[in-house]
């Protein structure tokens, strides 16, 4: 699959909350890291999609915002993974952040690079990549 979309993990579902318009699919990846995505109803009919069935997410390096120091913070966001930085490419304005997540599960970003000083990222720090449920699409192989 070629898609321009940086972050594509293949998974699982592991659940599925149906709503009157949209649904909320619980995709398992890998080390039983769980993406959570928010899509109509109709999608999840269209897709075939149920409990156990297998899917991928994707996810534009530009939706992903990355964070440090939130113990005893709460977010409404669903998907908070944490890891650790492997690769910082900085450009003229913005950088490219890899954080894995798992053994040889990388979510990569894209962040200003004031936000890379302001967060202190650097190779071997830890951080959280935050992605809203509204930002995940989800697919199916045909």
Known sequence: MLTSARNQFEGIVKSIK???????????IANGA???AIITKES????????GSQAFALVKASSVILARDLEGVKL???NQLSGTV???NRGAVNAEVAL?????LTIT????????DNLGLAPGVK??????????IIGTKA
């Open 18 to 28: 149906t709503g009157s318009v949209n649904d909320e699919l619980s995709l398992e």
């Open 34 to 36: 769980i993406i959570t």
């Open 44 to 51: 999840t009919a269209h897709l075939g999609l149920t409990e």
């Open 76 to 78: 409404s966001t669903r």
């Open 86 to 88: 492997t690769t910082l």
């Open 100 to 104: 894995e997540i798992a053994q040889g």
């Open 109 to 116: 970003t894209i962040v200003t690079n004031q936000s890379v």
């Open 127 to 136: 951080a959280v990549a935050i992605i809203k449920a509204s930002q995940v």
